[in-house]
């Protein structure tokens, strides 16, 4: 079993639909990072959270400590969100390492 | 704004040759570290490095090497590179801030075995 579990491994939505990417994690963390991949390869950090919820622009980032899990949520979703989102975990004795989910494939279709 | 460069883009080379993948940084960060990304494997750590000089083995270091002569050059090099490493490989850097980090990505390397 992965460290780092997302689901779902892909994800087709029609534009303007609210949409949730889940991430659960089987370690202690001191830090959860949700990243975004565009088609071509480049890795943006969205969000770095360890307690709470984080806003950007339409996306928000939850995280429960205590159940290990964490969303990423997406509101009025566009076709310009499409691409690979992936949960990496700062473990609490891992350094400065990162282990990574497999990414959510998200396609928004007009 | 951070940048981190990679030397290519795109890369095909032969079985048995020895290939370099460069990854620069220009934010002074201490952290540097290099990734491969597979298919339903999601992203590895090979190696990473904390300072200039040391080292440390990811995950899966087998068949790969690295060097760190200057702070913001962080070098991955594959000695006699195989059909099994072709990959899409990332670099990344990242400030040491002890407990919050965030790590930066470089544009990526498709690199090719044939």
């Known amino acids: 079993k992965n460290e780092v579990e997302q689901s779902p491994q892909n994800l087709t939505a029609q534009e303007g639909e609210f949409i949730t990417i889940n991430c659960s994690y089987s370690v202690g963390i001191s830090a959860l990072h949700w990243l975004q991949q565009h088609p071509g390869g480049g890795i943006v950090s969205l969000f770095m959270?360890?307690?709470g919820k984080k806003k950007h622009g339409r996306l928000i980032a939850t995280i429960n400590i205590q159940e290990k899990h964490s969303s990423l949520h997406i509101t009025a979703s566009h076709p310009r969100d499409s691409a690979v989102y992936i949960c990496?975990?700062?473990?609490?004795?891992?350094?400065?390492?990162?282990?990574f989910g497999e990414g959510t494939q998200l396609t928004v279709n007009p | 704004d951070v940048k981190v460069t990679q030397s290519s883009r795109y890369l095909v080379k032969r079985t048995g040759e020895k290939v370099f993948l460069e990854c620069v940084q220009d934010m002074d960060h201490e952290n540097m570290f290099w990734y491969r990304q597979d298919p339903g494997l999601g992203l590895r750590l090979i190696y990473f490095s904390y300072d200039v000089k040391m080292k440390e083995k990811g995950d899966i270091p087998e068949g790969y090497s690295v060097s760190r002569e200057k702070k913001e050059r962080f070098s991955l090099i594959l000695e006699s590179a195989s059909t099994n490493q072709t990959s899409m490989y990332l670099c990344?850097?990242?400030?040491?801030?002890?407990?919050?980090?965030?790590?930066?990505f470089g544009p990526g390397t498709r690199l090719t075995v044939t």
């Open positions: 990496a975990v700062k473990g609490e004795t891992s350094g400065s390492r990162l282990t």
């Open positions: 990344a850097s990242s400030l040491y801030s002890g407990y919050f980090y965030e790590q930066y």
């Open positions: 959270l360890s307690s």
